[in-house]
């Protein structure tokens, strides 16, 4: 898996737009950029994947930088309930679902 | 639709025992993987089932062995349990033939060794 690297925590505001970035560098032209995040005392949930075009869902968008080596996870309107630790992960094209974790970023939305 | 269901939610064990952890998963899903979690760090994979057989191991030693059943449940079999095997163990499943890495997770079975 390529290496990613995160800021260890960060806060937001309720209501804004909580904006989480991710480097990987050593990302390869055919590797996905994967999102999930991780609530307090439950399992990880997938939020969203991108190869290099911006993606989104109901639950947040993904913007890739041009030259793939970065790229920014858009909580638009953050929640209370969006507190959680969120995991930025590069798997091999031949992981076959298998992910490395590393130890992401302890996101705190405040009211 | 059930998600990925797993038992026990909790479970103490003593040093030297044995433990087995049990998973079903998604409605739809054959291929399922476990992690384990230690507190405070993310989750590392310990290996995966598909078609009931071992697909890929993680680096874990052979006291973790697992079994896959036609039904495509799971168990993980950890045995002569060590202090630092208490972690939370999560299962996930997915599709093979899908995107093969969005999962769908359970809540896990923390397991704590006296």
């Known amino acids: 898996d390529a290496k990613t690297t995160q800021p260890t925590s960060m806060d937001c505001a309720e209501g804004r737009a909580a904006n989480l970035p991710c480097n990987h560098s050593t990302i390869s032209g055919n590797e996905y950029v994967y999102w999930y995040r991780q609530i307090h005392s439950q399992g990880p949930q997938y939020i969203i994947h991108g190869l290099k075009n911006n993606e989104t869902n109901e639950m947040a968008s993904l913007i890739i930088t041009e030259d793939r080596k970065s790229s920014t996870l858009i909580l638009p309107h953050a929640t209370l309930r969006d507190t959680a630790v969120y995991y930025c992960?590069?798997?091999?094209?031949?992981?076959?679902?298998?992910?490395?974790f590393g130890a992401g970023t302890q996101v705190v939305v405040t009211p | 639709d059930a998600g990925v269901t797993q038992s026990p939610t909790h479970l103490i064990k003593t040093r030297g025992q044995q433990v087995t952890l049990r998973c079903s998963p998604k409605s739809g899903h054959d291929t399922v993987s476990w992690y384990q979690q230690a507190l405070g760090q993310g989750p590392q994979f310990i290996f995966q089932?598909?078609?009931?057989?071992?697909?890929q191991r993680g680096n874990f030693p052979d006291r973790f062995s697992g079994h896959q059943f036609p039904n495509y449940s799971s168990e993980l079999n950890v045995n002569a349990l060590l202090l630092g095997d208490s972690a939370l163990y999560l299962c996930?499943?997915?599709?093979?033939?899908?995107?093969?890495?969005?999962?769908?997770f359970g809540s896990g079975t923390q397991l704590s060794v006296l």
């Open positions: 996930a499943s997915s599709s093979t033939g899908q995107v093969n890495e969005k999962l769908f």
């Open positions: 089932y598909y078609e009931e057989e071992e697909r």
């Open positions: 992960i590069v798997p091999a094209t031949d992981s076959w679902g298998k992910l490395q």
